[in-house]
């Protein structure tokens, strides 16, 4: 596997892995944009940019657009988090110079037309209606909401419906000539070709990109705390949560085999006491979120309201534990199931276009797999115990429970857990 990165005269990075046994591809615009860069104004307005570019350029309709890429059997989506905005297509080798057009066309020529505006406004916020019919959508939103209160990372990705029905052609507009510039974006491309004749067809594709801006301030300020709603529903949903760490934080991988080893399989600590011994919930499991400048950990349960006395007790007990003692053999599952993870991820030319993706943004360079797995395998158990300790017993707790949750402990009761 060979990484290979050239930069145009317009800065743009393109960036491209050789999968020669393949007969596909798969090429992906990666952009340093997401819900973190709204003001509480426009929040929302990065979603809904990405439904608007797929609506039709000064040269090809919505219909066009699905068309093209569907003739030759490929397919093309996108999508929004709170820190990138990305847009790929999967083509069959021979058409990878179509998929770099189309991307390059919805990304500098989109005409934003006012019915399709319309339209899209209407499919967004049918969009939002049904994540706020999903309790465990809306319970990570208060999650994020009261982790980071007043900041545009604890805002939703889908925004308020009542604001997102008035966003103009405008606010699009200006929103992506302020953001969409060759600093903030990379081009990537994974599969069966060539990286200079790839790179050539995005220099030539990506010819009119605005220039850069100065970056917004985007500190995150991690607060904590709690926010219950009842709710008549079947189950009661749970987010418990620490302040996290990160990308580039020294313990970033041990955080993420701390995560797996407490909540992120079958074997893992929390699902064999919550589920396997007690029955307290059919869902449970662990989180760590990394960001530019911070993160958080969390244990989410979706449980019988019958069981909430009994359930954060057992978790705040399985969390205490896992700051004094660790296993080997916890630790060697876990680097497994890591590990695992990556390796089956190089057999997808898509999943090769994320991570490349991600980590140009975040990093600035390619990382080998082989200097992750290095990392990987270095951690020990005594590693694990401290960054738990780091986490779980330095930081206030935040809370947030959605449903039928009379039963649920006061939050000071949960902190005192924590203190």
């Not at 046994?21 to 952009?31: F, Q």
């Not at 990506?206 to 220039?211: R, S």
């Not at 059919?282 to 009994?310: I, M």
Request: hydrophobic share 40%.
């Amino acid at each position: 596997m060979t990484t290979e990165i050239s930069t145009l005269p317009n800065g743009l990075r393109v960036v491209s892995e050789n999968m020669p046994h393949l007969e596909t591809a798969s090429v992906g615009v990666w952009v340093d944009v997401g819900a973190r860069y709204e003001s509480a104004e426009i929040n929302g307005v990065s979603h809904l940019l990405e439904h608007m570019a797929f609506k039709g350029t000064e040269r090809r309709s919505a219909l066009e657009i699905a068309e093209e890429i569907e003739a030759v059997g490929g397919h093309v989506n996108a999508y929004t988090s709170r820190e990138q905005t990305a847009y790929y297509c999967k083509i069959m080798k021979e058409d990878t110079g179509l998929a770099v057009d189309i991307l390059a066309d919805i990304l500098q020529h989109s005409v934003f037309a006012e019915d399709e505006l319309e339209r899209e406004r209407a499919v967004v916020i049918q969009e939002i209606a049904q994540a706020h019919d999903t309790p465990d959508d809306v319970v990570f939103d208060q999650f994020q909401k009261i982790v980071y209160p007043d900041q545009p990372l604890g805002r939703s990705i889908l925004g308020p419906a009542e604001q997102v029905a008035n966003y103009s052609r405008d606010v699009l507009a200006g929103y992506m000539a302020r953001h969409y510039s060759p600093l903030n974006m990379v081009v990537i491309g994974a599969g069966r070709l060539d990286h200079q004749d790839f790179t050539d067809m995005v220099g030539n594709a990506f010819d009119t990109l605005p220039p850069a801006q100065p970056a917004d301030d985007l500190s995150a300020n991690y607060r904590g705390g709690d926010m219950r709603t009842s709710k008549d529903l079947e189950q009661a949903h749970l987010v418990l949560g620490f302040d996290g760490i990160p990308y580039d934080d020294d313990d970033f991988y041990t955080v993420q085999l701390l995560s797996t080893l407490l909540g992120g399989g079958m074997s893992s600590r929390l699902f064999q006491e919550i589920r396997e011994r007690r029955g307290l919930a059919y869902s449970v499991f662990s989180f760590a979120s990394s960001y530019v400048d911070g993160g958080v950990f969390g244990v989410y349960c979706g449980t019988g309201p019958d069981k909430l006395q009994e359930l954060t007790p057992v978790i705040a007990d399985e969390l205490h534990k896992v700051c004094n003692q660790v296993s080997d053999e916890e630790v060697a599952r876990a680097r497994a199931q890591i590990k695992s993870g990556l390796m089956m991820s190089l057999e997808s030319s898509s999943s090769r276009c994320e991570r490349l993706g991600r980590q140009l943004l975040i990093f600035g360079r390619a990382i080998p797999i082989d200097e992750m797995v290095a990392e990987i395998d270095a951690i020990t158990a005594e590693d694990i115990v401290r960054v738990a300790g780091r986490i779980f017993e330095r930081s206030r707790p935040s809370l947030a429970a959605l449903g039928p949750i009379s039963d649920l402990e006061t939050y000071d009761r949960v902190a005192e857990r924590f203190a």
